[in-house]
């Protein structure tokens, strides 16, 4: 065993006893210890890892938020594009249904074994269309699972490399979901999901790495350009939407994968903060 093991920042034990403290204080004080911060606008909410993962982004906003972020998230694993396969089997579980995987756009579950590239079988969907910024499929961007989800193989295609916006006509293979010819806009349940991938990869893919640096605008018609629009609509969507257990789940498992979080899906208030 070291001698010189270095203290944790945080002392487990110290918080233990202020959680059965603040059981037994008045409410008043409760109340007192609760009032916000005189920081001000970026207001935060507790969230996990917050002692551990994300010490370096606490007390931070805007671009200041955004670069601590991105140091945060760059550290990972990386997967191939093999690999992503079999990971999207476990991130994208049914969790009434241990041998399928739930469909994003269309809200279907499907047997994990029935994906390749038949016009119904699921395949492997960058929610950031990979030619916005023409990474591909080779490891990094094109293979961040973060922003990869199981779709039905058609309407993958008919959402192509389509910004995000509201309107348009329903698609038909999958309701709930609009597209025209310039933008897709997905059902309300996953709208929030949507946004925040697309948030997480503008913050994890800065043109460091031998990769275009991402960012949102709020435009539609982006073409090859290194941007998805539109970010007011994204932005409206995160609070809308904001996320559930199930996408939080996700998030763990992922973290478990590639060892790195999307941090709006455990901060979601810091969208608002960036952008
Ligand atoms: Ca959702
Ligand atoms: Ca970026």
């Known amino acids: 065993m070291s001698a010189h093991r270095p203290s944790h920042r945080r002392r487990r034990g110290a918080t233990v006893i202020l959680a059965a403290t603040a059981v037994a204080v008045p409410s008043a004080a409760v109340a007192t210890q609760q009032a916000p911060s005189p920081t001000g606008t970026a207001r935060q909410t507790a969230g996990p890892l917050d002692d551990t993962y994300y010490q370096d982004a606490l007390g931070k906003s805007g671009a200041d938020l955004k670069a601590a972020l991105h140091t945060i998230v760059s550290e990972q694993t990386k997967l191939s594009y093999d690999e992503v396969w079999d ?9 009434a249904d241990p041998s399928s995987v739930v469909l994003l ?10 994906n390749g590239g038949g016009a119904d079988q699921w395949n492997r969907e960058h929610v950031w269309a990979k030619s916005h910024g023409d990474f591909g499929t080779s490891t990094g961007p094109g ?20 910004d995000f916006d509201e309107g348009g006509g329903e698609v038909g293979e999958a ?3 609009y597209t ?6 997905p059902r309300d349940a996953v709208k929030g999901d949507v946004a925040r991938m697309i948030l997480y990869m ?10 275009a640096d991402l960012e949102p605008n709020d435009q539609v018609g982006n073409g090859s350009a290194p941007a998805i629009g539109r970010i007011s609509v994204l932005k409206q969507w995160n609070t809308e939407d904001p996320p559930d257990a199930q996408e939080q789940k996700r998030n763990e498992a992922i973290f478990g994968i590639q060892k790195n979080r999307n941090p709006f899906i455990d901060h979601p208030e810091w969208v608002d903060s960036i952008w």
């Open 202 to 211: 503008a913050v994890r893919y800065d043109g460091d790495d031998g990769f």
């Open 175 to 177: 309701p709930g979901n």
């Open 105 to 114: 756009y269309t809200g279907r579950s499907q047997s994990k074994s029935d």
């Open 87 to 95: 990971a999207l089997k476990t991130t994208d579980e049914d969790p």
């Open 143 to 162: 293979t961040d699972i973060h922003h990869l989800r199981p779709t039905d193989v058609s309407v993958n295609s008919t959402r192509g490399s389509k």
């Open 180 to 185: 025209d010819e310039d933008s897709f806009e």
